[in-house]
């Protein structure tokens, strides 16, 4: 067993399919195929059922995955434990921000962050809270900056900021003439919200949720 056939192992697992799973770790779809299969045959176990299209993992399969995502992770922090001792900090860092404040909180750090870590491979992605959540337990996310809480037992949250709820009210809304607006001011029935998937929808939500005999 080797780090190369779990890593291709997971490339399969996420694409479902071996050729563009080759496509993925940079090897021909024979190679990739023949290395899986000595893997399973060392093992004496399927990791994939190969008569579903697309393929799909078996029982035994699922739980395979799940451990080979945890050694691959900790073989590639290795080499950061080792990076660290010989005072350099380098490397490939995948970063998800959701889309509500990317634009705005981008240009506040980045070239403070590249100027500091010029060896540092920043890698960014535009993605829902969901998507974060999803890629940070499968590991191909190293962090995230989302709209907490997120409330995941395996994710380990740190405030940067907190930011105001800024009530945008038209002329005729019963709400309109005041200067500031209370929780309890608030109801589910008149309020605009996004559509699901957005945190900012999911915020407004929990505040209606969270009021005390509240009409929402």
Known sequence: MTIT???YVLAVSEHKNFTRAAEHVFVTQPTLSMQIQKLEEELNILIFD??????ELTNV??????????IVNEAERMQDVVDQEKGFIGGEFKLG?????????LPMFLKNFTSKYPKVNLKIEELTTVEIISKLKDNHLDAAIAATPLLQEKIKERVLYF????????????LNSKNKLDRTDLDINDILLLEDGHCFRDNV????????NSQC
């Open 61 to 70: 399969g699922k739980k395979i995955v799940n451990q080979a995502r945890s």
């Open 205 to 212: 939500v929990n505040i209606c949720k969270n009021l005390k």
């Open 50 to 55: 190969r008569s579903k299209k697309p393929i």
């Open 5 to 7: 056939q779990l890593k």
């Open 97 to 105: 921000i959701i889309p509500t404040i990317m634009p705005t909180l």
């Open 163 to 174: 930011e105001p709820f800024v009530g945008y009210v038209p002329k005729s809304h019963r």
